[in-house]
């Protein structure tokens, strides 16, 4: 049954959309923003659903305006975007590879991240703000080293991956080295950096990050074609007029940068760039990166994890990295056993 519409304009502008799909990014959001709603009012002064809306429009009392939007919002904002920025970079980075282990956990980027980051920790013991700079600089130098190496007559999927997962055990084992080489202070927090974790993020997390979304994430849907394209093949995607090379360079690039930045943000966070892409395609059963949908898959997931793992530890809440962790390490195993009985691996 098929499930495409078109949708005509009276300039003759036609639009053409995946019912199925659009009505699960519907779902997907919604869910997003309903579980951002219960996380907020989750906590040791918990706040019913209905005054953390009132609160949110401005109607709310002086506590509950103090608890939502200085204390809970901050950290739920942080966890959407982290979610969002993940999920989008994880779908660039397995719609180019044409693999769906191709994601920044695999590739090395988180690591890549978290050299930077252990960096300034551990060499300079600057603040969180360097902090999150030295890991968008590891994972940008990550990302250009990955996409150089991977080069020869241009990129393609299964180089990418292979070179990533060297890169990645060759940055793990510098992020041992310094880890070793620090002193226990600093040993301490570069772990819990290490975790990924939305404790005690602020408006100062959201902002950057926020502004960085809204430049990046219009500018890859607008090139969702051309990552359509791609994944036909260089030589398909030639003849249908797509400028490869530039594509791919800028897809690759802003999948970096919101990796980067994500992992800034809240430590390496595992999995979410993995499974978040897999689940949102699985749930359209459309062909295609499925950007939309991944980005709101991330978004949802990450916010779900952090009000489980306050709700199943409570004062003793594992940090949503662990979390994540555990349901992306599960998920993995049987993405692997499913690709080795398919014959793909």
Not at 12 to 29: C, E, I, P, Q
Not at 132 to 142: K, M, S
Not at 151 to 166: A, C, T
Not at 298 to 312: C, I, K, M, N
Request: aromatic share 6%; charged share 15%; glycine share 12%.
């Amino acid at each position: 049954m098929k499930t495409n519409r078109a949708v005509r304009s009276p300039g003759g502008l036609s639009v053409r959309f995946d019912v199925r799909a659009l009505t699960v990014v519907v779902v997907l959001l919604l869910t997003a923003l309903t579980a951002s709603v219960v996380l907020i009012g989750t906590g040791d002064f918990p706040i019913p659903a209905a005054d953390v809306l009132r609160t949110l429009v401005g109607e709310g009392n002086a506590g509950q305006e103090f608890i939502v939007t200085e204390l809970r919002l901050p950290r739920v904002l942080v966890g959407l975007l982290v979610g969002a920025s993940l999920g989008l970079g994880g779908a660039l980075f397995q719609s180019i590879s044409r693999n769906p282990l191709g994601s920044p956990d695999v590739l090395g980027l988180g690591q890549g991240a978290t050299a930077g980051a252990l960096t300034v920790i551990v060499l300079f013991s600057g603040t969180a703000g360097q902090v999150a700079l030295g890991a968008l600089a590891g994972g940008l130098v990550t990302g250009f080293a990955i996409y150089a190496l991977a080069w020869k007559r241009g990129v393609h999927g299964y180089r990418l991956v292979l070179v990533g997962i060297g890169v990645s055990a060759i940055v793990t084992a510098v992020n041992g080295y310094l880890l070793t080489k620090s002193d226990i202070v600093d040993a301490a927090r570069a772990v819990v950096w290490m975790t990924g974790s939305l404790d005690g993020r602020d408006w100062d997390q959201v902002w950057p990050l926020l502004a960085l979304c809204a430049v990046l994430v219009p500018l890859v849907l607008a090139n969702g074609r051309g990552l359509r394209m791609l994944e036909m093949g260089d030589d398909v995607s030639y003849a249908l007029g797509v400028r490869v090379e530039r594509v791919r360079l800028l897809l690759m690039l802003s999948a970096v940068l919101l990796t980067a930045a994500a992992t800034a943000a809240a430590g390496p966070v595992s999995f979410v760039a993995l499974t978040a892409p897999q689940l949102a395609r699985r749930l359209t059963r459309a062909p295609g990166p499925n950007m939309a949908a991944s980005l709101c898959m991330g978004a949802a997931l990450l916010v779900t994890a952090d009000w489980v793992s306050q709700r199943a530890f409570g004062a003793e809440q594992l940090p949503v990295g662990v979390v994540t962790g555990v349901l992306g390490g599960v998920y993995l195993l049987w993405l692997l056993v499913t690709e080795r009985r398919a014959g793909r691996i």
